[in-house]
């Protein structure tokens, strides 16, 4: 018993809550179950791993390059507010959790483990449930596990009444795990038609955030949004005259966008900030700081990119495996710098600032009503949050949803944040997750638990796991086709592509 104990641990520390490890569990046991050749499986497991772990050098690097950038406003105007970042989120309610409900974090790591398992029986049971999808991200898994942990106790303190956890875990545990299962099912057809059929879902923290936007895209800018059918300019189909032929290259767009941006918001900020951090020095010449800070910036987008390459490939054959023997039409949800490999390169650049002009407006406007509640951006929401939308905005509305969406998604980012983070009390703790989903659609969760109690679990869990029930309804012979057959369901819905011309 020991033993097994003790694999299981190991198992739920260093694979289950680690995305490189989890993504070469996946592949590993995707390609035996193909009845691949050893080698064969053992080169594409180091592959999937490896690209993951590129990926997050990419995407810690621009977290990292940026993070003090943000800082640096917070301290340039003198704000002491509550910053929406995952990892401020989780430090939130690892440093309150004990001292408001009197319970220990380790409980929230249960509850990732029991939520994770939800998920894996609706999507096993996906000719009822309808989910397609398995949430495996297990870093994204322990941010929201924390902050579900603390919500769903604030909206039901009866929970704490228990004796035992175990009532608490299971409530938390099915509304965790269908949110996973139901909205990773969301990102499916605006993945497979981004990526023409690589075989992904998103498994973040804006799947709703992304349907939202395919949605509006289409429905306000698309093709069919207005009386007569009209043609849609992508960001990438935009024809620039002489000198802004250059920002029809992705690297020299990011590049050159990012240095005016961002050169002029550390400009702002001052040297001597930057020296009392510690990220540059007094010798240094601060012009080529900041213009070496802002093009690392079209550098780890470049390493994260390349991340995506090497590894989406061998987990998305590799999963073929696990689809055919043990989770029938299933495919893996994955981080949604993912998709950042399909579609128009600078419309990830486009949505990100535009976000973060959203967000910085909606701070301003806190600020100036006197919100209890002040909101400072972190790099995540703000950039992961923004470019996936604006990328999936572009497919489908072109430029113009690439700015706008995004740019509304930003206002929503920090005013939700701020209701959300200010009434539960995380706000006191100096963090919230605060990207889309647990801007929105959480707190929406939040509230109708705590006014309806049981009931309103009930009617979570309900209004989640309908979801798929009505996307199938609507279209009973592509739902599963797009995920079965990409080509067979284009041919089915006249998509045209490049490659049918």
Known sequence: MDIL???????????????????????????????????????????????????????????????????????????????????????????????????????????????????????????????????TTGHVQVQQAATAYWLIMFALPGLLGYSTDVPMLIVMSVVLGAYWAVGSNLTVKPMQELSDGAGFAIAHQQ????????????????????????????????????????????????????????GTIMAVIGKDFFVASGATTEADNFVMYCLTTSLNFAVYLAIL??????????????????????????????????CYGFGDANAVTFGFLAGLVGQL???????????????????????????????????????????????????????????????????????YLGMFDWATVWPAFTVVMKYLGYVGVALVVIVLLAIPQIEYRLDKKGYYLITEDYEAYKEYKGIVTEENL
Request: contains cysteine.
């Open 5 to 135: 104990k003790a694999i299981w641990e190991f198992f739920a520390t260093y694979i289950l809550r680690q995305a490189p490890y989890m993504i070469g569990f996946l592949t590993l046991l995707g390609y035996a179950l193909m009845g691949k050749k050893w080698y064969d499986i053992l080169g594409g497991t180091l592959k999937a791993i490896i690209g993951m772990l590129i990926l997050n050098v990419g995407s810690s690097g621009l977290s990292n390059t940026f993070r003090p950038i943000l800082a640096g406003l917070r301290e340039r105007f003198n704000l002491t507010a509550c910053v929406i970042d995952p990892y401020y989120g989780q430090n939130a309610v690892t440093a309150g959790v004990e001292e408001v409900f009197g319970k220990g974090f380790s409980q929230a790591m249960t509850l990732l483990l029991i939520a994770f398992i939800v998920n894996i029986l609706l999507v096993r049971l996906n000719k009822i449930t309808k989910c397609r999808t398995l949430f």
């Open 207 to 262: 799947m709703f955030g992304i349907r939202l936007g395919y949605w509006a895209a289409d429905k306000f800018f698309g093709t069919n949004s207005g009386k007569r059918k009209k043609e849609i300019k992508k960001v990438g189909e935009m024809e620039m005259p002489g000198f802004f032929s250059i920002f029809n290259e992705n690297m020299v767009c990011t590049a050159i966008l990012m240095t005016i941006f961002f």
């Open 361 to 431: 407006i909606a701070i301003v406007v806190l600020i100036v009503t006197g919100s209890p509640t002040i909101i400072i951006c972190g790099f995540v929401p703000v950039f992961f949050d923004n470019a996936t939308i604006g990328l999936v905005a572009n497919e489908k509305g072109g430029l113009k949803a690439c700015l706008v969406i995004p740019f509304i998604s930003g206002l929503i980012q920090v005013f939700g944040s701020a209701f959300i983070a200010g009434w539960v009390g995380l706000a006191d703790y100096g963090g």
């Open 305 to 338: 990119q390349l991340g995506v390459r090497t590894f989406v490939t061998e987990l998305t054959a590799s999963f073929q495996g696990i689809a055919d023997k043990l989770l029938p039409s299933s495919i893996p949800g994955v981080d949604c710098a993912v």
